[in-house]
């Protein structure tokens, strides 16, 4: 009899495909992953898996299946109390309820994202992705003055990280300052 697969494992592979722009290879080893977690009971690795999971169907545009993958892993993780860990999954879900243009809905999101990460012991990576998430909010509701505000602490925080993309990541550029100076240039240029 053949050894049920490692879902930690399916979860590497769904994260090397997504790499790679495997998508349907993702979403496959994401989803056995789900399902054996699932029926593990593994409720903090099912949230993981569920991430996961909504990502590969984000990539996909299969949107309404991305956020309710999310919306999962966020019930499990507020149970849980475990607050950086759902502070991430609220800036996933966020980005999934902006990719389907329900920013005004992501926004309270977004807001509850940022109260549990300030009131943790946030890497500054990822709170840069947060921030970075705040700007591509405010642009997509249609408040420059806010995505500008944004786009420059993004700035700010990701310029501060420069040794980190080259060290750990081996990129001789940091694409977050690269994404938020092109982000500001443009909405100068939209200026009055």
Known sequence: MAEAPDPQELLNQAAAARRVGR?????????????????????????????????????????????SAQEEAAA???????????????????????????????????????????????APLEMAN????????AEGRGDRGEAEVRWQEALDRYAALDNLFQRDYGLPDNPGVAEARARLARLSAMSP
């Open 76 to 122: 499990l993780l507020r149970r849980a109390d475990n607050g950086l860990l759902l502070a991430s999954a609220l800036r996933h879900l966020g980005g999934i309820l902006d990719d389907q243009g329900a920013h005004a809905e992501a926004a309270p999101v977004y807001a509850e994202m940022m109260v549990l990460y300030q009131a943790a012991d946030t």
């Open 130 to 137: 947060a921030v970075r998430a705040l700007a591509c909010n």
């Open 23 to 67: 998508l349907p290879e993702s979403l496959d080893a994401a989803g056995q992953a789900v399902a054996l977690l699932r029926a593990a009971g593994a409720a903090g690795d099912l949230a993981h898996a569920l991430t996961r999971l909504a990502q590969a169907w984000r990539d996909l545009g299969r949107y309404g299946d991305a956020r």
